[in-house]
């Protein structure tokens, strides 16, 4: 336990740089939080925290274990990751030709305990950066004398908790920010960056090798 505690900076530090890159969970939270309220935002931010725990439970169950043992497969998926991370960051460059980029949130909002859960909970399941962060970042971080399995189940609660953190900052400020945010080149600029962050992401995951 004693070797897990120590790579939790390091860890924490790359969860909460994850967490800073603009992308689809980022304008989720907004929408919610501008359109349907703090009550809501914070509800749908439960169901992004629990898909960021379904995703470290799925890993460690078995796919991280096998790509452990099979060089051939953690290639396979490494590669793959970072060619999926580099579509992912063309695509959102290219949608700078629209008025608000990758951040036009206008419209409803999910309200509801139920309905804004689900929206945070399939909005993180179906997150690309969750995915591969979950399954070819975070076994990286477990020590060789750890088991691999438990460590990574821990190291994504602790990441879905670093998430969390920076996600109720936002909510917490966003009633002061929304005049801010509306604007069209603040948004450009947002997913601007989130391609930069998603390249950042593509380019560490390529230096990355299996424990």
Do not use: C
């Amino acid at each position: 336990m004693v070797s897990l505690v120590k790579v939790l900076p390091a860890f924490i530090a790359t969860a909460f740089l994850l967490a800073l890159v603009p992308g689809q969970t980022v304008a989720m939270i907004l929408r919610q939080a501008i359109v349907g309220g703090t009550k809501s935002a914070y509800t749908t931010l439960i169901g992004t925290s629990s898909a960021l725990i379904f995703w470290g439970g799925a890993s460690a169950i078995g796919l991280s274990q096998i790509f452990a043992r099979s060089q051939a497969a953690y290639t396979a998926l490494k590669y793959a990751g970072v060619a999926f991370l580099t579509f992912l960051a063309l695509q959102t460059l290219w949608s700078l030709r629209q008025e608000f980029g990758k951040f036009d949130y206008e419209g409803s909002a999910k309200t509801g305990l139920g309905p804004a859960f689900r929206l945070g909970l399939i909005t993180n399941l179906t997150n690309v950066k969750a995915a591969v962060f979950a399954v070819a970042f975070i076994p990286a971080f477990v020590p060789a004398d750890f088991n691999l399995g438990w460590g990574i189940f821990i190291l994504s609660i602790v990441q879905a908790a670093v998430s969390a953190s920076w996600y109720t900052f936002l909510i917490n400020v966003i009633g002061r920010a929304s005049t801010t945010l509306a604007r069209p080149k603040v948004r450009r600029a947002l997913t601007a960056f989130s391609a930069v962050g998603i390249l950042f992401l593509a380019a560490t995951l390529l230096l990355t090798s299996p424990r």
